[in-house]
């Protein structure tokens, strides 16, 4: 079992920046491909970026690409989303997601495929 702790989320400006991190507890963290999903106000959750087993690849949604980059320490266990120039359609529960996996290519990620969840933390960007 793998239990996962996000943190970094705040109120932000349109245009800043913000890192989140994740930390996992587990002892085959790097057998996992981890993962950042989001969920705005009245809104399903949705997949924001992924991050391949030794962090060698990523995939991202295209609503994120060019501002948003995942990254992982696999040492610390620990998973992170930099997010740049923010805008307020950015605003949502920031998810970390694992899914257990015996390759390490990345696509796309569905919610559904997810292993385990963090309970997020809270990015609001005002404009």
């Known amino acids: 079992q793998v239990q996962l702790v996000e943190s970094g989320g705040g109120l932000v400006q349109a245009g800043g920046s913000l890192r989140l991190s994740c930390a996992a507890s587990?002892?085959?963290?790097?057998?996992?491909?981890m993962g950042w999903f989001r969920q705005a106000p009245g809104q399903e959750r949705e997949f924001v970026v992924v991050?391949?087993?030794?962090?060698?690849?990523?995939y991202a949604a295209d609503s994120v690409k060019g501002r948003f980059t995942i990254s992982r320490d696999n040492a610390k266990n620990t998973v992170y989303l930099q997010m740049n120039s923010l805008k307020p359609e950015d605003t949502a529960v920031y998810y970390c997601?694992?899914?257990?996996?015996?390759?390490?290519?990345?696509?796309?990620?569905?919610?559904?495929?997810?292993?385990?969840w963090g309970k997020g933390t809270l990015v609001t960007v005002s404009s």
């Open positions: 587990g002892r085959t963290f790097s057998g996992y491909t």
């Open positions: 997601a694992a899914r257990r996996s015996y390759s390490d290519y990345v696509g796309d990620l569905p919610a559904d495929s997810v292993d385990y």
């Open positions: 991050v391949s087993r030794s962090g060698g690849s990523t």
